[in-house]
């Protein structure tokens, strides 16, 4: 069993019914797994506005938040101890997606100097405030606009893992 199905099915009998509107996204790498739930958009009449609905969204998002932290912090615990990775939480309401905990890490590369220069012209224009923060804008970039080549790498990764795991064991 790959590693992602064990968590994803670990948390899908582990989060208690009701918690979230429906089975929660999951998504893991070699430090954190990431949950992010949906929880029910609260009902406002037909004629409010956008900044009423946004304002409602959040405030939804709170209550959701509180109500939930002592049995989230619970199985993330519990997950914490079991997978070896940090849990984070976050939850989707309506067209808002908001992130309670996330790991930051850092990551070190090293770039020949045309890559450099790319990265300083992010900071000598203002885009960003370090290399660090332009790198970082530059991985969202990529990941904002090529999307579908990433989950065709994600797709043809999954069927290496299941080729191996069908093969011969040593």
Same mark, same amino acid.
């Given at each position: ?9 670990? +948390?899908?009998?582990? #989060?208690?019914? *009701? ?6 996204? #999951? ?12 929880? &029910? ?6 004629? &409010? ?12 998002? %709170? ?12 199985? &993330?615990s519990?997950?914490?101890?079991? +997978? ?9 309401c *309506?067209?808002?997606?908001?992130? +309670?905990? %996330?790991?930051?890490?850092p ?26 923060? &332009?790198?970082?804008w ?7 606009n ?5 989950? %065709?790498?994600k797709?043809?990764?999954?069927? /290496?893992?299941? /080729? ?7």
């Amino acid at each position: 069993m790959a590693v992602e199905d064990e968590i994803a099915g670990w +948390f899908a009998g582990r #989060i208690p019914d *009701g918690l979230y509107d429906g089975a929660p996204e #999951i998504t893991s790498d070699r430090e954190e797994v990431l949950i992010i739930g949906t929880i &029910a958009e609260p009902q406002l009449g037909d004629d &409010a506005s956008p900044d009423a609905a946004a304002a409602a969204r959040s405030g939804r998002i %709170n209550q959701h938040r509180e109500d939930t932290r002592r049995e989230r912090m619970k199985i &993330a615990s519990e997950a914490e101890t079991r +997978f070896g990775k940090k849990i984070s939480w976050g939850v989707r309401c *309506g067209e808002d997606r908001v992130l +309670f905990t %996330n790991l930051s890490m850092p990551v070190m590369t090293r770039l020949r100097m045309p890559e450099r220069q790319v990265l300083d012209r992010l900071v000598d224009a203002g885009v960003a405030k370090s290399r660090s923060h &332009a790198l970082a804008w530059c991985v969202r970039l990529v990941g904002q606009n090529q999307q579908e080549w990433l989950d %065709n790498l994600k797709d043809a990764l999954s069927r /290496v893992e299941e /080729v191996r795991a069908s093969g011969p064991t040593l």
